[in-house]
């Protein structure tokens, strides 16, 4: 499976955009990069996906660099509630229809008011 | 639409016993993942079933087992108890092999 590397902490200012980086440097060209966010005692919570082109939804932006080997999830507004742990997960792929998920050690991300 | 379903919320139980959790998919899921979550290794996989088929284990022992029944629904079970199986256990269901991931609240286990 491919790893991914993230930074350990972060902070954002309330209000301003936070730029979460991942680098996947291994990553094969059929795996799919995924990023879930953990808020305290919760379940993870599915954010955004992508495999090659810039992804947006209603919570965030993904943009997934040329060479895929490395990403950034982008929350253009972060609020005290997107205080969390932040993953970027890459799925193995679908061989023989097995599916193997592999989390790594996150970003915590701190929104400071 | 009802969310993924894990029961018990929190259960303690004694070294050397056996336990059994449950969870049940969003409607519709076939695919039902189980992960371990502690404060000293993160996240970890467990396994992964679909269509009531094991198709992914992960670097657990053996005392880890788990089974997904012909509703989708999904138990694990952690026979002979340690103080180190004591840990959050998230499920998360699934569409398809690709389609994000839905999690449960999970089960706080506390081994004693």
């Known amino acids: 499976d491919a790893k991914t590397t993230q930074p350990t902490s972060m902070d954002c200012a309330e209000g301003r955009a936070a730029n979460l980086p991942c680098n996947h440097s291994t990553i094969s060209g059929n795996e799919y990069v995924y990023w879930y966010r953990q808020i305290h005692s919760q379940g993870p919570q599915y954010i955004i996906h992508g495999l090659k082109n810039n992804e947006t939804n209603e919570m965030a932006s993904l943009i997934i660099t040329e060479d895929r080997k490395s990403s950034t999830l982008i929350l253009p507004h972060a609020t005290l509630r997107d205080t969390a742990v932040y993953y970027c997960i890459v799925r193995a792929p679908n061989s023989g229809g097995y599916q193997k998920v592999t989390f790594g050690t996150g970003t915590k991300l701190q929104v400071i008011p | 639409k009802a969310g993924v379903t894990q029961t018990p919320r929190y259960l303690i139980k004694t070294r050397g016993q056996q336990v059994t959790l449950s969870c049940s998919p969003i409607?519709?899921?076939?695919?039902v993942s189980w992960y371990q979550q502690t404060p000293g290794q993160g996240l970890q996989f467990l396994f992964e079933?679909?269509?009531?088929?094991?198709?992914n284990k992960g670097n657990f022992p053996g005392r880890f087992s788990g089974r997904q029944f012909s509703n989708s629904r999904s138990e694990m079970n952690v026979s002979t108890l340690e103080l180190g199986d004591s840990a959050l256990y998230l499920c998360?269901?699934?569409?398809?092999?690709?389609?994000?991931?839905?999690f449960g609240q999970g089960t706080r286990l506390t081994v004693v």
């Open positions: 079933y679909f269509s009531e088929t094991q198709r």
């Open positions: 998360a269901s699934s569409q398809s092999d690709r389609a994000k991931a839905f």
């Open positions: 409607s519709g899921h076939r695919s």
